[in-house]
Protein backbone atom coordinates (compact mmCIF):
# COMPACT_ATOMS: atom_id res chain seq x y z
CA UNK A 1 0.00 0.00 0.00
CA UNK A 2 0.86 3.71 -0.63
CA UNK A 3 1.03 5.50 2.31
CA UNK A 4 -0.31 9.43 1.23
CA UNK A 5 0.71 12.43 3.46
CA UNK A 6 -2.16 15.15 4.00
CA UNK A 7 -0.34 17.41 1.97
CA UNK A 8 0.01 14.99 -1.21
CA UNK A 9 -3.73 13.81 -0.89
CA UNK A 10 -4.62 17.95 -0.36
CA UNK A 11 -2.52 19.06 -3.47
CA UNK A 12 -4.18 15.54 -6.16
CA UNK A 13 -7.82 16.39 -4.67
CA UNK A 14 -7.10 20.61 -5.46
CA UNK A 15 -6.35 19.77 -8.75
CA UNK A 16 -8.71 16.99 -10.07
CA UNK A 17 -11.38 18.81 -8.75
CA UNK A 18 -10.43 21.21 -11.34
CA UNK A 19 -9.55 19.09 -14.19
CA UNK A 20 -11.47 18.72 -17.75
CA UNK A 21 -11.67 15.18 -17.91
CA UNK A 22 -12.86 15.11 -21.52
CA UNK A 23 -10.30 17.38 -22.56
CA UNK A 24 -7.07 15.85 -21.08
CA UNK A 25 -8.05 12.46 -20.45
CA UNK A 26 -9.07 13.20 -25.30
CA UNK A 27 -5.27 14.88 -24.62
CA UNK A 28 -3.30 12.40 -22.77
CA UNK A 29 -4.28 9.18 -24.91
CA UNK A 30 -3.73 11.24 -28.11
CA UNK A 31 -0.27 12.15 -27.08
CA UNK A 32 0.43 8.50 -26.35
CA UNK A 33 -0.54 7.29 -29.95
CA UNK A 34 1.40 10.25 -31.40
CA UNK A 35 4.68 9.92 -29.26
CA UNK A 36 4.62 6.07 -28.89
CA UNK A 37 3.24 4.91 -32.69
CA UNK A 38 3.87 1.45 -30.89
CA UNK A 39 1.04 1.66 -29.11
CA UNK A 40 -1.65 2.18 -31.58
CA UNK A 41 -1.76 -1.70 -32.80
CA UNK A 42 -4.23 -1.74 -29.41
CA UNK A 43 -6.55 0.79 -31.43
CA UNK A 44 -6.95 -0.82 -34.13
CA UNK A 45 -10.71 -0.31 -34.23
CA UNK A 46 -10.51 3.36 -33.74
CA UNK A 47 -10.01 3.84 -37.21
CA UNK A 48 -7.76 6.89 -38.96
CA UNK A 49 -4.74 7.02 -36.77
CA UNK A 50 -2.39 7.72 -39.76
CA UNK A 51 -0.76 11.14 -38.35
CA UNK A 52 -0.91 13.49 -35.43
CA UNK A 53 -3.81 15.43 -36.68
CA UNK A 54 -5.73 12.28 -37.93
CA UNK A 55 -5.52 11.31 -34.01
CA UNK A 56 -6.01 14.23 -32.26
CA UNK A 57 -9.51 14.85 -34.14
CA UNK A 58 -10.25 11.14 -33.52
CA UNK A 59 -13.75 10.79 -31.88
CA UNK A 60 -13.00 7.69 -30.75
CA UNK A 61 -9.52 8.47 -29.15
CA UNK A 62 -10.98 11.37 -27.43
CA UNK A 63 -14.06 9.12 -25.77
CA UNK A 64 -11.37 6.58 -25.08
CA UNK A 65 -9.32 8.66 -23.40
CA UNK A 66 -12.28 10.36 -21.23
CA UNK A 67 -13.16 6.80 -20.18
CA UNK A 68 -9.22 5.76 -19.44
CA UNK A 69 -9.27 9.56 -17.29
CA UNK A 70 -12.72 8.66 -15.44
CA UNK A 71 -11.14 5.42 -14.48
CA UNK A 72 -8.05 7.20 -12.85
CA UNK A 73 -10.43 9.88 -10.84
CA UNK A 74 -11.06 6.61 -9.27
CA UNK A 75 -7.82 6.57 -8.30
CA UNK A 76 -7.86 9.56 -6.78
CA UNK A 77 -11.53 8.93 -4.95
CA UNK A 78 -9.56 5.81 -3.86
CA UNK A 79 -5.76 6.64 -2.76
CA UNK A 80 -5.94 4.34 -0.02
CA UNK A 81 -6.65 1.32 -2.47
CA UNK A 82 -5.56 1.90 -5.94
CA UNK A 83 -4.52 -1.95 -5.99
CA UNK A 84 -8.24 -2.82 -5.03
CA UNK A 85 -9.84 0.06 -7.39
CA UNK A 86 -7.98 -1.71 -10.56
CA UNK A 87 -8.00 -5.27 -9.74
CA UNK A 88 -10.63 -5.56 -12.59
CA UNK A 89 -8.70 -3.45 -14.95
CA UNK A 90 -5.42 -5.16 -14.66
CA UNK A 91 -7.15 -8.62 -15.15
CA UNK A 92 -8.81 -7.29 -18.06
CA UNK A 93 -5.89 -6.05 -19.55
CA UNK A 94 -3.51 -8.40 -18.63
CA UNK A 95 -5.65 -11.40 -19.84
CA UNK A 96 -8.05 -10.30 -22.71
CA UNK A 97 -6.60 -7.14 -24.13
CA UNK A 98 -3.25 -8.22 -23.43
CA UNK A 99 -1.75 -5.12 -23.35
CA UNK A 100 2.17 -4.21 -22.76
CA UNK A 101 1.92 -2.90 -18.71
CA UNK A 102 4.68 -0.92 -19.50
CA UNK A 103 1.77 1.66 -21.75
CA UNK A 104 0.67 1.94 -18.63
CA UNK A 105 3.85 3.98 -17.45
CA UNK A 106 4.13 6.07 -20.52
CA UNK A 107 1.01 7.13 -20.16
CA UNK A 108 1.01 8.03 -16.45
CA UNK A 109 4.19 10.20 -17.72
CA UNK A 110 2.61 11.69 -20.54
CA UNK A 111 -0.71 12.26 -18.17
CA UNK A 112 1.22 14.17 -15.95
CA UNK A 113 2.34 16.54 -18.37
CA UNK A 114 -0.88 17.40 -19.46
CA UNK A 115 -2.04 18.67 -16.46
CA UNK A 116 1.26 20.80 -16.43
CA UNK A 117 0.57 22.24 -19.09
CA UNK A 118 -3.00 23.04 -18.56
CA UNK A 119 -2.42 23.73 -15.16
CA UNK A 120 0.89 26.12 -15.57
CA UNK A 121 1.99 27.41 -12.23
CA UNK A 122 -0.69 26.06 -10.49
CA UNK A 123 0.98 22.93 -10.83
CA UNK A 124 3.88 23.33 -8.28
CA UNK A 125 6.60 20.91 -7.92
CA UNK A 126 4.34 19.85 -4.99
CA UNK A 127 1.39 19.10 -7.68
CA UNK A 128 4.04 17.29 -9.85
CA UNK A 129 5.65 15.16 -7.22
CA UNK A 130 2.49 13.82 -5.75
CA UNK A 131 0.86 13.14 -9.54
CA UNK A 132 3.64 11.31 -10.33
CA UNK A 133 3.49 8.93 -7.35
CA UNK A 134 -0.17 8.39 -8.04
CA UNK A 135 0.47 7.91 -12.28
CA UNK A 136 3.25 5.07 -10.80
CA UNK A 137 0.75 3.77 -7.88
CA UNK A 138 -1.96 3.02 -10.74
CA UNK A 139 0.11 2.03 -13.23
CA UNK A 140 1.83 -0.48 -10.69
CA UNK A 141 -1.51 -1.12 -9.80
CA UNK A 142 -2.82 -2.30 -13.61
CA UNK A 143 0.58 -4.73 -14.32
CA UNK A 144 -0.22 -6.48 -10.44
CA UNK A 145 -2.16 -9.13 -12.35
CA UNK A 146 1.09 -9.68 -15.07
CA UNK A 147 3.01 -10.77 -11.98
Known amino acids: MVHWTG????VIN?????VNVPECGGEAL?????????TQRFFASFGNLSGAAAILGNA??????????????????????IK???AHLSELHCDKLHVDPENFRLLGDILVIVLAAHFGKDFTPAA??????????????????YH
Open 7 to 10: EEKQ
Open 14 to 18: NIWSK
Open 30 to 38: ARLLIVYPW
Open 60 to 81: KVKAHGTKVLTSFGEAVRNLDN
Open 84 to 86: GTF
Open 128 to 145: HAAFTKLVRSVAHALARK
